[in-house]
T-cell receptor, first 118, second 113 residues
Framework: AQSVTQLGSHVSVSEGALVLLRCNYSSSVPPYLFWYVQYPNQGLQLLLKYTSAATLVKGINGFEAEFKKSETSFHLTKPSAHMSDAAEYFCAVSDRSRSDIAGNQFYFGTGTSLTVIP | NAGVTQTPKFQVLKTGQSMTLQCAQDMNHEYMSWYRQDPGMGLRLIHYSVGAGITDQGEVPNGYNVSRSTTEDFPLRLLSAAPSQTSVYFC????????????FGQGTRLTVV
């Protein structure tokens, strides 16, 4: 089964500083990878996704993530944090190797809460 | 576009009561699912459906029932609510292909007292 690990349940950065949120997956076959953001009292919104077209994926709001097969990682970065980036971020995977029903299932990490300090 | 619509947004139940959380999508998506979100545990899959008439269990199905009579609707039923079911519930839908994103509803915050 797929699993996702997000290191650091809480991350604090100063406004204007680099944002780095970590995500590692455990799968012998690289899965499809997603980053979602959840603002307070809202649902999840897709930031970006990796589907093998390019290892560096650009998303919305200035975020990007790099797929590194050798490290089984898909870390999320943003060069300069903004106050509006404060939210919960979830890394998720789906199983590329399955073409049946199970391939549609998403497996989520436990989330990282980002605080931006003015 | 409405996307995925969940009702109600908030609900308080007494232990033992039953209720149905509603979920509807207008994107003609084949795949729909229910998750619960608890602090420190991320989102956990309760039940999912790959089309009308087809449902299956996810990671934490106990105490919940689902049905899928139409493509658009995927209600989640709590048969006899327990305090352990206090959580935020999210419904999601996707086209049914493995590399497509899931679209989420706004969530239902359920408290069981």
């Amino acid at each position: 089964a797929q699993s996702v690990t997000q290191l650091g349940s809480h991350v604090s950065v100063s406004e204007g500083a680099l944002v780095l949120l970590r995500c590692n997956y455990s799968s012998s076959v690289p899965p499809y990878l997603f980053w979602y953001v959840q603002y307070p009292n809202q649902g999840l919104q897709l930031l970006l996704k990796y589907t093998s077209a390019a290892t560096l994926v650009k998303g919305i709001n200035g975020f990007e993530a790099e797929f590194k097969k050798s490290e089984t990682s898909f870390h999320l970065t943003k060069p300069s944090a903004h106050m509006s980036d404060a939210a919960e971020y979830f890394c998720a995977v789906s199983d590329r190797s399955r073409s049946d029903i199970a391939g549609n299932q998403f497996y989520f990490g436990t989330g990282t809460s980002l605080t931006v300090i003015p | 576009n409405a996307g995925v619509t969940q009702t109600p947004k908030f609900q308080v139940l007494k232990t033992g009561q039953s209720m149905t959380l509603q979920c509807a999508q207008d994107m003609n998506h084949e795949y729909m699912s229910w998750y619960r979100q608890d602090p420190g545990m991320g989102l956990r899959l309760i039940h999912y459906s790959v089309g009308a008439g087809i449902t299956d269990q996810g990671e934490v199905p106990n105490g919940y029932n689902v049905s899928r009579s139409t493509t658009e609707d995927f209600p989640l039923r709590l048969l006899s609510a327990a305090p352990s079911q206090t959580s935020v519930y999210f419904c999601a839908s996707s086209k049914g292909l493995t590399n497509t994103e899931a679209f989420f509803g706004q969530g239902t915050r359920l408290t069981v007292v």
